[in-house]
């Protein structure tokens, strides 16, 4: 079994798509070429990072030129730096 490991200070993150079509109310299919890709994702795995303020399955927001696609094992995956994590994104009560 392959997996896929972040050296030094970087994360993985999921980006797998759904590849289901967007349609617009009036019938017209908008394309993946078209569409902006979202700046946030799941967390996959985390490198030798000390004091990390995430962890696996967390979702994160990152900057947009950031990190290096790749595809391992059919899956996309974005391998970023730790500090080009922006935000994190939480589950909270509402008021």
């Known amino acids: 079994m392959k997996e896929l490991v972040p050296l ?5 993150l999921d980006l797998t798509e759904d590849n289901s079509e967007e349609v617009t109310s009036s019938g017209i299919i908008i394309p993946d070429t078209a569409k902006e890709k979202p700046q946030w994702a ?6 030798n990072i000390e004091n990390a303020e995430i962890s696996v399955n967390d979702m994160v927001v990152f ?3 950031s990190g290096t696609e790749v595809e391992f094992e059919g899956k996309k995956y ?12 939480v589950e909270t009560e509402s008021l």
Do not use: E, R
């Open 63 to 65: 900057k947009k030129y």
């Open 78 to 89: 974005l391998l970023i730096p730790y500090a080009d994590l922006l935000a994190k994104i």
């Open 42 to 47: 799941k967390v996959v795995a985390v490198g």
């Open 8 to 12: 030094n200070q970087h994360v993985i």
